[in-house]
């Protein structure tokens, strides 16, 4: 079957497998809701606490994620923004006309099966807050499994919802995010401001000393760990390394007008990133200081310093990270099986985001989990980018009229899996943060497509 008839064959609302028409492209707004809801959201109720946890200085908080922060927008702004609003083709459909269909089938099932587990992360975290209306105990970081029947009828749930929202499509997802953003990041600042004010310290003496009582209560039996300043700035970059060297949000921009609108990102870096997770490492602070619970489990938690509207804003920033992670993930599937529709594929891969939603142990190892999906997805962003600027000389005609040399590129194969075979090795044998793996992998991933495609074209 031609690819013309591909396409014709599936529906065009999202343009799964041909460049965004200019009639489709949409305003910056679209993207600054979007950003805010996605990164002002879930992850930030456990990712801020686990700072604390793992020993964070606050100067290294403060000043780390300043740095990080800046480098992740940064990336978006003049590595993924550029090639997505001149070629506005997905990620997906993107790397099959470098690599071929066979081993995007292999990418795709790496991306759609982690984003469904970061996915069941912030759905685990939106039902923690709505048992607590009901007095559910909630899971504990210790655990790995549920520990009651309703926790887990509350995830279906919630999980359901959040399907069938992601599965209506772009517009959809935008929309609700435009709808949440501006309220939730009220909510983060308002728990921010609230759990300083509940340890009440007048200088930054006492907030140091006070942070440093914090961190030995919360590591008390545990075993002391550490991070230290450029831990904190590699994490800050990577959180999301898939997104932006990784260049999954090819498939977000595609619909931007200008390359410019992805400074969007700076409102999930700065907004979500930086102050929502400073103000969730204050929640725990507090929490800990009243009530010598050091358990950063978010639904009660936000109950514990804003009652009410902290159990609805860690619900709904749950649902915003998880909407936009379901979506790209759906992409994911989709473009392996394009002959079942993208609505179809999209609320299966919430139904399989959900039942990961079922285990807490997701939610409380965020820290390790975001830093190897992105040692593993990020690389691939780098024969994109190699790609394009080596290859096809920022042309995106020269992509789009393109076919692939096999349908299973070996050069892409090995430059992709010797980078994140040797990264593994480290992290798990070695014990080294995976944080500090996304960058040189995806420099080395890009210097060895380069060579072997050299060499291929050399043999040829």
């Known amino acids: 079957m031609s690819e013309n008839q591909n396409t014709q064959e599936q529906p065009q609302s999202e343009f799964e497998r041909e460049p965004v028409p200019q009639s489709s492209l949409k305003g910056a707004t679209k993207f600054w809701g979007m950003y805010a809801g996605e990164h002002c959201a879930g992850t930030e109720f456990m990712i801020g606490p686990l700072f604390l946890l793992n020993g964070v200085s606050l100067v290294n908080i403060f000043v780390g994620l300043l740095l ?12 993924c923004a550029p090639i997505a609003t001149k070629a506005r083709l997905t990620l997906y459909f993107h790397l099959e006309k470098i690599a071929g269909k066979k081993l995007v089938i ?17 759905i685990t975290i939106s039902a923690t807050a709505v048992g607590i209306p009901f007095d559910l105990p909630m899971p504990t970081v210790e655990s790995i499994l549920p520990n009651n029947l309703p926790f887990v009828l509350i995830v279906l749930v919630v999980g359901a919802v959040i399907a069938i929202v992601a599965a209506k499509g772009y517009e959809t997802v935008a929309n609700f995010a435009n709808i949440a953003a501006p309220w939730m990041i009220l909510v983060f600042a308002a728990c921010g401001i609230i759990a300083f004010k509940q340890l009440g310290v007048s200088d930054w003496g006492a907030l140091k000393a006070l942070w440093t009582e914090s961190i030995t209560f919360a590591q008390t039996g545990t075993g002391e760990t550490k991070m230290g300043f450029w831990s904190v700035v590699f994490f800050g970059w990577f959180a999301n390394a898939a997104m932006h060297v990784g260049m999954s949000d090819l498939s977000v921009f595609r619909f931007a007008k200008k390359a410019s609108y ?67 993930a759906g992409l994911a599937f989709q473009a392996i099986m394009p002959k079942i529709s993208r609505f179809k594929v999209t609320l299966a891969t919430g139904g399989i985001a959900t039942i990961a939603g079922v285990f807490p142990a997701f939610a409380w190892k965020l820290l390790g989990f975001v830093g190897i999906y992105g040692t593993i997805l990020a690389p691939i962003g780098a ?5 394009w600027y080596f290859h096809r000389k920022g042309d995106p005609a020269n992509l789009h009229n393109s076919e692939p040399a096999s349908s299973f590129s070996i050069p892409v194969l090995l430059a992709w899996v010797i980078p994140v075979t040797v990264a593994m090795y480290f992290i798990f044998a070695q014990g080294i943060s995976a944080w500090f793996f996304p960058l040189p992998c995806w420099i080395a991933c890009g210097l060895l497509y380069l060579a072997f495609t050299h060499k291929s074209s050399a043999n040829a």
């Open 383 to 387: 024969i994109i980018v190699f790609d």
């Open 106 to 122: 292999i990418y795709n099932l790496a991306n759609g099966i982690l984003f469904c587990f970061l996915a069941g992360a912030m």
């Open 68 to 79: 990080g922060n800046l480098l992740a927008v940064l990336s978006w702004r003049f590595l």
């Open 262 to 328: 992805s400074w969007a990102s700076a409102a999930g870096m700065y907004v979500g990133h930086y102050m929502a997770w400073i103000a969730a490492a204050f929640m725990l602070a507090a929490q800990i200081k009243l009530t010598q619970d050091a358990n950063p489990v978010p639904g009660p938690m936000a109950n514990n310093v804003v009652g009410l509207a902290g159990i609805v804003c860690v619900i709904l920033a749950g649902w915003t990270t998880a909407n936009p992670t379901i979506y790209r």
